[in-house]
């Protein structure tokens, strides 16, 4: 059941709300003052604190202060005989959820109790999604090649550089973007990935920066495009070698100016972006073909980040093999299969010519067709199966 926290220093008006608030299933507690509240917080995790702001000693304002420090999520509502609109402005400042007036009414607090509930449960329920998801997106392995690509999204995270991320495809360039974005000081704005090998080279500069309505036929209403949906965070322009030239010069403004212009459109719009891109190509070659600019390479390129690709750092097999059976149970809703040494043994042996996002094709493959342990046997038939 939901935990809540009465501090007040009012002994009838704690045993009022606790009384209404275990009619309705809620486990109570109670604290006479604000440093008795504080302890209890910092040993018990309360979906919701109610909290007095008129208190002797330490008020509720104070108290609140300290708490934000020790639960920062934790919903406090504030209550008051004394409120007025400045005692509620202040306490919503400093983190509180609500403010209610003394006495309370039964049904607004009943309600203010449950959306303070369901946005604690959001913010759980998010906590857990980030976790899965970081997980999902790890880069597994403790070769030296790996070590070098971490080293450099260690250094580079931090700071605002705009990153060139090259490698063979399925070796991890997405996991390097996320990786950086992740440990940037843009990690709470959003990550805007664009797939440019993926958009029509009529339609990308409309997906990039967006379009007014009637700029073209099928333009039938404004249309914000990615540059301005990552404003305050990331654009990752994954196989940007893939961009058309006009599309390029487009982009080349965007880094240069920070700003952007939508098709069909006048205006400037100052936007706020850190740039990382991804390719597959050699944009060196591509420069030299003419079907790349080269002021946008180095514009680009600030920090290049080379991904190496799996028959480089086959001493990582392993370990993303026994992830991938992880990470397949979990998807499939059962308990984890075995590989035997030797059948790892041969699977590093193999040329890996899709990298990682073959292999994970395989050990899926192995896991559907195998027993509860993948043997060497399994490995030889299902990893690289013959072709009619």
Same mark, same amino acid.
């Given at each position: ?20 608030? #275990? ?112 997980? $999902? ?67 990308? #500069?409309? #997906? ?8 073209? $036929? ?38 240069? #100016?920070?700003?952007? $212009? ?75 299969? $075995? ?50």
């Amino acid at each position: 059941m939901p935990k809540i926290l009465i501090i007040d220093d009012e002994r009838a008006i704690r045993s009022t709300l606790k009384e209404i608030l #275990e009619f309705e299933n809620y486990t109570v507690d109670e604290a006479e003052d604000g440093q008795k509240g504080l302890q209890h917080i910092g040993k018990t995790k309360y979906d919701v604190v109610l909290c007095d702001i008129k208190m002797p000693g330490m008020d509720g304002i104070e108290v609140l202060e300290k708490a934000m420090e020790m639960a920062p999520d934790t919903p406090f509502i504030m209550i008051s005989a004394h409120g007025t609109i400045d005692t509620a402005v202040e306490a919503t400042k400093k983190g509180a959820y609500d403010f209610l007036q003394k006495p309370p009414d039964l049904n607004r607090l009943l309600v203010s109790v449950r959306n303070a509930l369901d946005k604690s449960n959001l913010v759980t329920e998010t906590k857990i999604l980030k976790k899965k998801i970081s997980k $999902t997106y790890e880069m597994v392995g403790t070769s030296e090649a790996l070590g070098r690509v971490k080293q450099a999204i260690e250094k580079v995270a931090p700071t605002d550089a705009r990153v060139l991320i090259t490698g063979p495809n399925g070796s991890g360039k997405e996991l390097v973007a996320r990786a950086i974005h992740e440990h940037s000081n843009r990690a709470n704005g959003p990550l805007i990935e664009v797939n440019c090998a993926a958009i029509p080279s009529e339609l990308i #500069e409309s #997906e990039l920066f967006g379009h007014e309505k009637g700029s073209f $036929t099928s333009a039938v209403k404004q249309r914000i495009g990615k540059f301005e949906q990552a404003n305050g965070g990331t654009l990752f322009l994954d196989e940007v070698g893939d961009m058309s030239l006009s599309a390029q010069a487009k982009v080349l403004r965007a880094l240069q #100016e920070h700003k952007i $212009t939508r098709v069909g459109g006048d205006k400037d719009i100052q936007v706020d972006v850190r740039v990382l891109a991804a390719t597959n190509k050699n944009l060196l070659e591509e420069i030299e073909a003419k079907t790349f600019r080269e002021d946008l390479y180095h514009r680009l390129g600030v920090i290049l980040v080379h991904v190496p690709p799996l028959n480089e750092r086959r001493e990582d097999i392993p370990d993303l093999v026994q992830k991938f059976l992880q990470d397949i149970a979990n998807d499939y809703g059962n308990k984890p299969k $075995t590989i035997t040494a030797d059948a790892l043994e041969y699977l590093k042996q193999l040329d890996w010519r899709g990298n990682v996002r073959e292999l994970r094709n395989v050990v899926e493959r192995l896991v559907i067709m195998s027993g509860q342990e993948v043997t060497l046997e399994d490995a030889k038939a299902y990893a690289r199966p013959a072709v009619a």
